[in-house]
């Protein structure tokens, strides 16, 4: 008796082992498949200083604030991969590039603003279409930076920044991460607004170059004019950059939760979408599919009406690591509008339209400008 019981002692301490030492593999291994990656883009450097007013360099000051905020995530497990840890240059493009080579989750790109007059406040981007002559200029100067890159117009396909039409091509190919950007891009300036007291510029979406090189959620954070005086001076303190590192790092994780626990769905700002008032013309375009896209995520949602505030019949596809939901199909544009009506109303105020062709996604626009048949 006394025997069996060391025996199992023994059984039991080595089945303990065992059970640790599987779990501690599982664990790391689950770690490995989910963590979480973030591209952290401090705004130009090298040859290209940015904004700079006075001894304020924007090139400078959004490098200490990456590096405080690569610092913080580190320590919380999420891999960091930054676009530049020194004073370089770095074109546009490759900043892209290293991101999407990381096939990161996030990118998040620091910069800083500047005014002739003393505007102050903080506001950050996801790629859109400007909405006003303000956010286009915000765009045009961070752009301005491809004309000090070598073959600029071959690389950027001829992209001009100094014209606001430019841009409307790239916009749509952030369309997919749209939803997401925007929810990142609300922590921030809530963070901005609730923990630091900052003046709130608001969630914005504008052409950025920068933004729409990328294959992932991207926001663009403008952490502040360095021409006004009492921002810029708190920009370049110590304190200022480590706040502001703060609640860059805190947005990043309640994304991070937000993405962990499986909600997909999340009231995010109403945005201005681009109207397409085209003549009151029927608008059939036989064998094109228009859905609406009511929400993304990484996770795989079951279809039921509970995951979508009671929406049935609820669709859903696979692009790329993201699954995305779908209500609504017709190869009527005006039938399309009214479903995207239903549904920003059911509680989806950023739900927008795509398009589909032999089960490919394609550009709503092109669709629309595309000759009827
Ligand atoms: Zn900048």
């Known amino acids: 008796m006394q025997i069996f019981f060391v025996k199992n002692i023994k059984q039991r301490q080595i089945l ?10 599982l664990n790391s291994d689950l770690l490995s498949q989910t963590s ?5 883009d401090a705004g130009h450097g090298g040859k290209d200083p940015g904004k700079h007013s006075g001894k304020y360099y924007e090139k400078n000051i959004a490098l200490n604030i990456v590096l405080l905020v690569g610092k913080k995530l580190k320590k919380n497990e999420v891999q960091v991969i930054y676009t530049r840890k020194s004073d370089v240059f770095i074109e ?9 080579d990381a096939e990161a989750d996030l990118f998040v790109s620091i910069h800083c603003n500047a005014h002739h007059t003393q505007a102050y406040g903080t506001e950050t981007y996801a790629l859109g279409i400007h909405a006003n002559e303000r956010n286009f200029e915000v765009a045009q100067q961070e752009n301005a930076v491809i004309f000090l890159e070598d073959d600029y117009h071959d690389k950027y396909e001829g ?9 409307i091509g790239l916009t749509l190919m952030q369309e997919d991460y ?14 901005f607004r609730n923990n630091l007291n900052r003046t709130d510029r608001g969630v914005k979406q504008a052409g950025f170059v920068v933004l729409f090189q990328t294959s992932m959620p991207s926001i663009l954070i403008e952490t502040g004019f360095i021409t006004n005086v009492n921002e810029g001076e708190y920009l370049n303190s110590k304190s200022g950059q480590e706040e502001v590192a703060q609640a860059i ?3 990043i994780l309640s994304y991070k939760k937000h993405l962990d626990d499986n909600v997909v769905i999340e009231e995010i700002p109403v945005l201005v979408s681009a109207t397409n008032d085209q003549n009151k013309k029927s608008r059939i375009f036989k064998g094109v599919d228009f859905k609406v896209q009511i929400a993304s995520g990484k996770k795989k949602l079951s279809l039921e009406s509970y995951n979508f505030k009671g ?23 005006d039938e399309i509008l009214k479903d995207q009506e239903k549904v920003k109303k059911q509680g989806f105020p950023s739900a927008f339209i795509v398009a589909f062709k032999d089960e490919e996604r394609i550009q709503v626009s092109d669709v629309l400008n595309s000759d009827k048949n």
Request: positive net charge.
């Open 36 to 40: 979480f990656k973030v591209v952290l």
């Open 178 to 191: 749209l939803d997401q950007s925007l929810l990142v891009a609300s922590y921030v300036q809530g963070n």
């Open 159 to 167: 992209f001009d920044p100094n014209s606001p039409e430019a841009v």
């Open 92 to 100: 546009l493009k490759e900043r892209g590039n290293i991101a999407n």
């Open 311 to 333: 929406l049935k019949g609820v669709e859903r596809g696979k692009i790329g690591s993201y699954y995305k939901y779908y209500y609504g199909k017709s190869s009527d544009y």
């Open 249 to 251: 790092y805190d947005a």
């Open 16 to 25: 303990g082992i065992l059970v640790l030492f599987f779990s501690l593999f």
